[in-house]
């Protein structure tokens, strides 16, 4: 579940001062403000606080639980990867060829933000996901992951930095991951970001396509990292003290492209790429634990041929489900928005090579079912519930950021 941040008291009082302007829908989605009188300030969102409604939504896709239609907000936008709500507005979204830009009241400016780190944006790598720290009102912390350079190739690494709005730039950058080895393949960077309900940082690097390096602790590829929010490591990770790198959280996972935080129970779900064949949606219940890849899949090699003929062994976990063949999933999100009462709870996944949105329904950690919608509408890399309460996403095949606005 993408957070509600806590905003500083200034904003609160800007917001309450301004006239309401746009459309009179009920305010729906809340979060608390603590103001300095350390009293609890509630603030709503507004359905037009980060983008206006528009006046006519255009055509109405149907599905199997309500219809809705979607609205584009951002256009002009390359190759986007990564999107971040501000609490006062603005957005910011990450091109992977390594440029961070802004939205400033609803409008994409010009001129990308300085202070970005230096990426090799070849291939699959480049400039990649971006979140806020869970109290970005306090601390004002931007988290991003991107491809670093350096001897040997490049290497997905993890920075944090503030924003200056006034010089419109990034400050006080601190890298606080650097993963190993740097190598000059060009994929399986991995790369999403999110924090749980307990603060800490989770963040994946894939194998960086080198299959069997995925079930070896003792690099950084494969694997879904935890730290805390500086970069140091929790003492009660599975590996500390033992055989492996302390960070690692969990392994044997090919290549991460979607993660979120279950609503209710505040675990973390991932998705990730297969080879031909075996996407998975995966739960993240076990530290320590091992997703068996390539000693199982079930998925082959982009010739056709056998990686292997066990998709299932002892020791390590199961999928929740997986897509045979491959949609290639990317960016997810859960749906707790009472917006879309319809899907709440489900498992919204971005689809690269199918072009559409996974819906998947879940009992508890079961799948149950899956719905594909607005099927062909290209590369979605990115799927957000933002603190408004909708849900966004990055289309790459056209560079638009786009809002699903359901329909009664």
Same mark, same amino acid.
């Given at each position: 579940?993408?957070?509600?941040?806590?905003?500083?008291?200034?904003?609160?009082?800007?917001?309450?001062?301004?006239?309401?302007?746009?459309?009179?829908?009920?305010?729906?989605?809340?979060?608390?403000?603590?103001?300095?009188?350390?009293?609890?300030?509630?603030?709503?969102?507004?359905?037009?606080?980060?983008?206006?409604?528009?006046?006519?939504?255009?055509?109405?896709?149907?599905?199997?639980?309500?219809?809705?239609?979607?609205?584009?907000?951002?256009?002009?936008?390359?190759?986007?990867?990564?999107?971040?709500?501000?609490?006062?507005?603005?957005?910011?979204?990450?091109?992977?060829?390594?440029?961070?830009?802004?939205?400033?009241?609803?409008?994409?400016?010009?001129?990308?933000?300085?202070?970005?780190?230096?990426?090799?944006?070849?291939?699959?790598?480049?400039?990649?996901?971006?979140?806020?720290?869970?109290?970005?009102?306090?601390?004002?912390?931007?988290?991003?992951?991107?491809?670093?350079?350096?001897?040997?190739?490049?290497?997905?690494?993890?920075?944090?930095?503030?924003?200056?709005?006034?010089?419109?730039?990034?400050?006080?950058?601190?890298?606080?991951?650097?993963?190993?080895?740097?190598?000059?393949?060009?994929?399986?960077?991995?790369?999403?970001?999110?924090?749980?309900?307990?603060?800490?940082?989770?963040?994946?690097?894939?194998?960086?396509?080198?299959?069997?390096?995925?079930?070896?602790?003792?690099?950084?590829?494969?694997?879904?990292?935890?730290?805390?929010?500086?970069?140091?490591?929790? $003492? $009660?990770?599975?590996?500390?003290?033992?055989?492996?790198?302390?960070?690692?959280?969990?392994?044997?996972?090919?290549?991460?492209?979607?993660?979120?935080?279950?609503?209710?129970?505040?675990?973390?779900?991932?998705?990730?790429?297969?080879?031909?064949?075996?996407?998975?949606?995966?739960?993240?219940?076990?530290?320590?634990?091992?997703?068996?890849?390539?000693?199982?899949?079930?998925?082959?090699?982009?010739?056709?041929?056998?990686?292997?003929?066990?998709?299932?062994?002892?020791?390590?976990?199961?999928?929740?489900?997986?897509?045979?063949?491959?949609?290639?999933?990317?960016?997810?999100?859960?749906?707790?928005?009472?917006?879309?009462?319809?899907?709440?709870?489900?498992?919204?996944?971005?689809?690269?090579?199918?072009?559409?949105?996974?819906?998947?329904?879940?009992?508890?950690?079961?799948?149950?079912?899956?719905?594909?919608?607005?099927?062909?509408?290209?590369?979605?890399?990115?799927?957000?519930?933002?603190? $408004?309460?909708?849900?966004?996403?990055?289309?790459?095949?056209?560079?638009?950021?786009?809002?699903?606005?359901?329909?009664?």
């Amino acid at each position: 579940m993408k957070k509600l941040y806590t905003l500083p008291a200034f904003i609160v009082l800007i917001l309450l001062i301004m006239p309401i302007t746009g459309c009179s829908e009920s305010l729906e989605t809340d979060t608390d403000i603590n103001n300095d009188t350390d009293q609890e300030t509630e603030f709503q969102y507004s359905s037009d606080f980060y983008f206006p409604l528009p006046e006519d939504g255009g055509e109405v896709h149907q599905s199997e639980e309500m219809n809705f239609q979607v609205q584009t907000v951002v256009e002009g936008v390359d190759v986007p990867w990564g999107i971040a709500f501000l609490p006062d507005g603005s957005v910011l979204i990450t091109e992977r060829e390594g440029d961070l830009r802004m939205v400033r009241e609803g409008e994409l400016l010009d001129e990308p933000l300085g202070g970005v780190p230096e990426v090799v944006a070849e291939g699959q790598g480049g400039l990649l996901d971006i979140n806020l720290h869970p109290n970005y009102g306090e601390n004002g912390w931007i988290y991003m992951s991107y491809s670093k350079p350096g001897s040997g190739g490049s290497m997905t690494a993890i920075m944090r930095a503030k924003l200056d709005s006034d010089n419109h730039t990034l400050v006080d950058q601190e890298e606080i991951y650097v993963g190993q080895p740097f190598t000059n393949s060009r994929h399986h960077f991995g790369s999403r970001i999110e924090f749980d309900g307990d603060g800490y940082l989770y963040f994946s690097i894939g194998d960086r396509g080198d299959m069997d390096t995925a079930q070896d602790i003792s690099n950084s590829n494969g694997n879904l990292f935890r730290l805390y929010d500086d970069g140091s490591i929790p $003492d $009660d990770n599975p590996f500390v003290g033992r055989d492996g790198l302390d960070e690692i959280y969990a392994y044997g996972l090919r290549n991460i492209q979607g993660m979120d935080v279950h609503p209710e129970t505040g675990i973390i779900w991932t998705n990730l790429h297969g080879p031909r064949g075996g996407d998975e949606l995966n739960i993240h219940d076990k530290p320590g634990a091992n997703y068996g890849w390539p000693e199982i899949t079930h998925g082959v090699n982009y010739n056709g041929t056998e990686i292997t003929p066990d998709t299932a062994r002892a020791g390590m976990e199961q999928p929740v489900m997986h897509w045979t063949p491959s949609i290639a999933p990317s960016g997810m999100t859960f749906v707790s928005s009472d917006k879309y009462p319809a899907w709440n709870g489900n498992a919204l996944n971005g689809a690269l090579s199918f072009q559409l949105i996974s819906r998947i329904v879940l009992d508890g950690d079961e799948f149950v079912h899956e719905e594909r919608i607005l099927d062909g509408i290209g590369r979605i890399r990115d799927v957000h519930q933002a603190p $408004d309460g909708y849900i966004y996403f990055s289309n790459e095949s056209n560079g638009t950021i786009n809002r699903i606005i359901p329909v009664d």
